[in-house]
Every structure is written in C-alpha cells, then in structure tokens.
C-alpha cells in the first residue's frame, strides 16, 4: 500500500488543544449509522453497545517523564526518558543532543534528578542513567522534577495533568496516553457493567512511535518500535469466553487492539510486540473498536484502514465537516470491523 493513500488534509484549527470537560462529553462519530443517531457523544455509549460485549481498557499511566535540564554555561536543554533498557540506563531523546556530551552530567532545573549521559543510539536517540538524591526513588524524583510529556501538536499548557491520564490508569511506564480511554468516566464505566458488558484490563506500554509518521513510501516498509504489553490470565479468559460465545469485544484505543491481538498472533500473555497493523491483517479478537481520529500517514491510521476499510476516509471528511476535534484531545470514533459489517466473521473463528 502506498503511504499516500493514508494521507489527508488536516487543518491545525481542527487539532485540539485541550481536553473536554466533562470527559464523557466529547463527540462519538458512530460508523455504520445514519441521521441522529449517527452523531453522539462518549456518554451514551452504554447505549450503543450489545449487551454482553466485552471492554477492553489499557490501565497503563504516563510516567512524568519530561525532564528541563541545566547545562552548565548555556541555555538549558531537555531530557525526555522513553524506557528503561537495563542497569539503571534508559532510551531517551535529549535536546540539544549534540551539545550533550557522553559522560557528562546535567542537572534538572527542579528536583533532586541529574542524568548521566551515554551512547547516541539511533533515531535521535540517548542512553542515560537518571541519578536520584539520596534515598529518593526515580518516581518521586520524577514526580518532583518532571512533566507529562503532551505530544509534539499540542501547544498549549494542560493545567492538571491529571486529564493526560485515563481514570483507570494503574502502572506506570508510558510516554503517551491511550487516548481513546481519556474520554471514559467512571460513570460510564459503571453504565456499560450494568448494561451487562465485561470491561476488563491489559497494559501496553504506548511509546513516542505513537506520534511518527511513517516515512517509507510503501506503507508495509515502515518499522515501529516494539513496546511491552500485557494481558492479564483474567482478562483473556473473559476475552475467549466471548469469542468463543460470538459475543462482540470492544477494544478501547488502538493500544488495546495491538496488545489483544499479539496475545493472538503468538500465544504469549506478556512479552514485547512489534505488532504493525496493515490493510489485510486477519483480526482474530477485536470486533469492535472505540478510537479517536489520527494523524496523516500515521501506523495508527494504518490499522483504522485495515480495520473498516477505505471508508474511512468519508468517515474522517463528514468529521472535518460537522467540527469535530482531532487526535489526542479531540473526539471519537465508534468503528465496528468491515468483515461484521458485512456479516462475514468467519474469518476470526
């Protein structure tokens, strides 16, 4: 597939700059819908959904993980932590890199945190050793010290943080949000239990791959970074029992369908998933999927086009059309896969 075929025109008005408040009043674009029941907002999805469905929610929490750093004579600089590789070292992205010499030390503006610098790896990456005062702990120093970091097309401050977390987030690790789950409240939670779905946990670990585009003319060209998942026993019994039942499984986020669907491909509950969804890829769990609207050229586009086709694009421009608010902070999408659309599901069983 040619990369330009995930390419549309995204205006910088359309790109949300802040989250909406309440979290479940956000605008839910309902594919495979018409008329007034088409447009809706994330509250009413416990209406939306068959009774039986099971929910998957990624628990995984953005680590505060943007750190301002002194340098010693000039300006100051950044270090961004993206994930621990062992020994006390981390990847991460450094700024201005190549001022930053290995085996130096910088210090952060706020906190008892300095950083050990190391190799330059590739794709602007740094390894560095986060060095703590003390008896602190590297979570408390980052909490001290630094930010959540928001992605690169948000410019504007987010007053509490706290909205760049889903109200379920539980482990630690990520750089990015699962954005879908941002628009969930424990209302609606509580509303889709009632209605008698299953809302059940798995973690992945989203990555600054999130927010790359892909750079390759063939879209299957492209290289993501593997990122660590996990899909608790619980969960996937739960899971196999709806297959198994032919009742649906709603994936929340993009980060839900990669975890659930590399428990598929390999058999593995746990592990590091280079997982790059492209159009053909035969879906074996997720039937239905709750997303927020992407970038251009992005592998998260990628899996919306393997998920329900070309019609996407109709789709994102009735979107654009009728206002709606764009990636991270903006609204959502209620897909369901084109195969069950179709009524053929033959294929996932």
Do not use: K
Not at 265 to 288: H, K, Y
Request: glycine residues 10%.
């Amino acid at each position: 597939m040619d990369t330009s075929e995930l390419d549309y025109e995204l205006p910088e008005a359309a790109i949300a700059q802040h989250p909406v408040s309440p979290r479940d009043r956000a605008r839910l674009l309902v594919a495979g819908a018409s008329g007034a029941g088409r447009h809706r907002t994330v509250a009413d999805l416990p209406a939306l959904v068959d009774p039986g469905t099971v929910v998957v929610v990624n628990d995984t929490r953005v680590i505060p993980a943007r750190v301002a750093v002194h340098r010693p004579g000039s300006a100051d600089g950044e270090v961004l932590l993206l994930e621990p590789v062992g020994d006390g070292w981390w990847q991460a992205l450094c700024r201005p890199s190549r001022r930053l010499r290995a085996g130096s030390t910088v210090r952060a503006v706020a906190g008892g945190l300095s950083f050990e610098l190391g190799a330059t790896l590739d794709d602007g990456r740094r390894l560095v050793r986060p060095v703590t005062d003390g008896d602190v702990s590297l979570d408390e120093a980052l909490q001290a010290s630094g930010t959540v970091p928001l992605p690169p097309y948000v410019h504007e401050r987010l007053a509490d943080q706290e909205r760049y977390q889903t109200v379920f987030a539980r482990h630690p690790g990520s750089v990015a949000a699962p954005t879908a789950g941002l628009h969930l409240t424990r209302d609606v939670l509580d509303a889709l239990e009632r209605s008698g779905c299953r809302v059940v946990p798995v973690e992945l670990v989203v990555g600054l791959d999130t927010f790359r585009p892909i750079a390759t003319e063939r879209v299957e060209d492209h290289v993501i970074h593997t990122e660590r998942y996990r899909v608790p026993p619980a969960t996937w019994e739960v899971v196999e029992a709806a297959r198994s039942e032919g009742r649906p499984v709603l994936a929340v986020g993009t980060t839900s369908v990669r975890a659930l669907e590399s428990v598929a491909a390999s058999g593995e509950l746990d592990g590091r998933t280079g997982l790059f969804i492209t159009p053909g890829f035969p879906f074996r769990v997720v039937d239905e999927l709750l997303t927020n609207f992407h970038l251009p050229r992005s592998s998260l586009l990628s899996l919306i086009e393997a998920f329900v086709g070309p019609g996407w694009r109709g789709l994102y421009a009735e979107a654009l059309e009728s206002g709606y608010r764009f990636l991270s902070f903006g609204d959502a999408s209620l897909l369901t896969r084109e195969d069950r659309l179709s009524g053929d599901t033959e294929g996932r069983r």
